[in-house]
């Protein structure tokens, strides 16, 4: 019984030694067969920090407007008989854009004639009058009340001779504005007029635009009026052509801010003679603000930003430094550096979220 009690006692205590040995010789971490932490080091890529010309620019974002936007509308209240034109069609200044029935109109344009031949009429009957009483009078043969009423009625018929051919006028001008035509050249746009729509005066139909040239339009702050001039030249992009850069000069300022973002509304004239910009189109606008000048650049995909500070990592020793560094403009993949490399340092452009500061590297070719 004691020996069954002895062997009890001594099995825990061998298994317990046991597995001490185990753990304290790495039996069960796995770390017999890798190498230390650090020792291989993440695969990166580097670029040199270097020097490149470029001419200072203002960036700006702003919207394309045409040069003259005219709103069609209607002059006097109908039906609309005929949409003449449809959206995106090219129009010369006096083509017909929408006709509105005009059976109204004849008629009164119809009756206004009449007037006028019955005015005709009278005027002509009263002025035979005139000249045979002038006669009579002249030789004592009718009293001077019958001359004076002769003279009168042809007055009155004048009169009413002058008030019929006004009305005529106006009965014609009138059927005239039945067909609301364009007032410019240009591009037809917006409409939406269609047939049976009755409109009322000032409505509008649809808009044409000339846009042969057209307006970058943008908003210049405050800080940086005193940069733009009349006549300055601009390169303007806009998203549905991609790296093709439109040539434009500024050609408006607004004088005064707007009173909403106090900021100053300026037009940047476009030659468009193939119709290539369209108006609403968003565009980004640089402005060139003197002579080239050598500013340092590295890749955009070296910097990270944290905690509103702007780091890079270089590549030292086979180790990731992190460096702080202040950035200037973004010109295409590249970034300016204003301070914190110097020209020809390494830094590393790829998996550089991954990476701490004295994280081991191995710098791919």
């Known amino acids: 019984m004691k020996g069954f009690k002895l062997k009890y006692w001594i099995i825990p205590v061998v298994v317990f030694i046991a597995v001490t040995l185990a753990f304290r010789s790495g039996a069960f971490s796995g770390s017999k067969n890798q190498p230390a932490t650090g020792t291989i080091g993440v695969n990166v890529k580097v670029a040199a920090a270097q020097f490149v ?6 960036l700006l974002n702003g919207s394309i407007e045409g040069q003259t936007t005219a709103t069609i509308s209607a002059k006097i209240a109908g039906r609309i008989e005929q949409v003449m034109v449809q959206e995106g069609q090219q129009v010369k200044m006096g083509d017909p854009l929408v006709k509105l029935e005009s059976v109204e109109l004849s008629n009164s344009v ?34 001077e009340q019958a001359f004076d009423s ?37 591009v037809v746009s917006n409409v939406t007029a269609t047939i049976g729509q009755v409109v009322s005066p000032g409505a509008a139909l649809m808009a044409v635009q000339d846009i042969n040239q057209v307006y970058a339009v943008v908003n210049i702050e405050q800080k940086d009026l005193g940069l733009v001039k009349i006549g300055q ?7 549905a052509y991609g790296d093709r850069v439109f040539a434009g000069t500024v050609d408006l300022m607004n004088p005064e801010a707007g009173t909403a973002n106090r900021m100053f509304r300026t037009k940047i004239k476009i030659d468009n003679a193939d119709n290539s910009l369209k108006a609403g189109m968003f565009a980004k606008i640089q402005l060139a603000l003197g002579e ?6 590295v890749p955009q995909a070296a910097v990270i930003q944290k905690q509103g500070l702007y ?5 030292e020793n086979n180790k990731a430094i992190r460096r702080q560094v202040t950035i200037g403009k973004v010109n295409g993949d590249s970034i300016q550096v204003n301070s914190g490399l110097q020209p020809g340092e390494q830094v590393i452009i790829s998996n550089v979220s991954q990476l701490k500061d004295g994280d081991a590297v191995k710098i791919a070719e």
């Open 233 to 239: 030249p601009a390169d303007v992009t806009v998203d």
């Open 292 to 297: 080239a000048k050598q500013v340092l650049t």
């Open 311 to 315: 780091y890079v990592f270089t590549a």
């Open 110 to 143: 119809r009756a206004a004639q009449d007037a006028v031949v019955k005015a005709q009429v009278n005027y002509d009957l009263a002025m035979t009058d005139y000249n045979r009483y002038q006669k009579l009078y002249s030789v004592g043969a009718v009293s």
């Open 53 to 58: 010309n470029t001419v200072p620019k203002l």
């Open 150 to 186: 002769a003279a009168a009625k042809v007055k009155t018929a004048q009169a009413d001779l002058s008030s019929a051919t006004a009305s005529q006028n106006s009965a014609q001008q009138q059927y005239g504005y039945g067909i609301i035509t364009a007032p410019v050249d240009g």
